[in-house]
């Protein structure tokens, strides 16, 4: 399994108690689906490993977990490593919601410009995530809101979006 056939799920954070138990990161919208979840891959040094556990509880976004079949000495080597498990366990998306990684290489269209290029990537912000979009050579931040998003077409990877007024003005210089 690779990182590209993966999402991150989240991270494992610090050690909890005396019996090896450590706390993950969930970094995801729904932690409390992940309650039965006995398995995922951790990332150590640029590969992943796939390790078996047992979810005692969640609060928020942090789980408390118990590794199978490792000391608390292994358990606690484990802190600070990457959480990962395949893109096929992510629940299908519809509609106008969609993954980050589901929309790179979808083409825009923009309800005043029309094509304007294709996602190369999205840029997490603090603020707020962006689209970069590249046009030949130029490129283009589009804010990653509802309010600009009009339409996820998947069949025929396209988004239709209406930018702010001028904003795509500004990068193509019009």
């Known amino acids: 399994m690779t990182k590209e056939e993966c999402y991150q799920l989240g991270k494992i954070t610090k050690p909890w108690g005396v019996k090896g138990q450590v706390v993950f990161f969930l970094d995801v919208d729904s932690p409390e689906e992940y309650i039965n979840l006995d398995s995922a891959f951790v990332e150590i040094k640029g590969g992943l490993v796939p ?4 979810v005692e509880s969640i609060n928020g976004n942090k789980a408390i977990v118990t ?8 358990s606690l080597k484990l802190v600070g490593c990457d959480l990962y498990l395949p893109l096929e366990l992510l629940p299908k998306l519809t509609g ?27 840029i997490e912000y ?16 589009i804010p990653v809101i509802d ?19 001028g904003l795509i003005d500004l990068y193509l210089g019009i």
């Open 126 to 141: 603090p603020a707020q995530p962006l689209f970069q979009i590249m046009k030949g050579e130029q490129e283009i931040l």
């Open 51 to 54: 390790y078996f556990f047992q």
């Open 67 to 74: 590794f199978e079949d490792l000391t608390p000495e292994e």
């Open 147 to 165: 309010p600009v998003i009009k339409q996820v077409d998947r069949e025929n990877k396209t988004i239709y979006i209406d930018a702010p007024n």
């Open 96 to 122: 106008n919601q969609f993954y980050f990684h589901e929309v790179k290489g979808f083409k825009v269209v923009d309800e005043t410009h029309g094509d304007i290029g294709i996602i190369q990537t999205i």
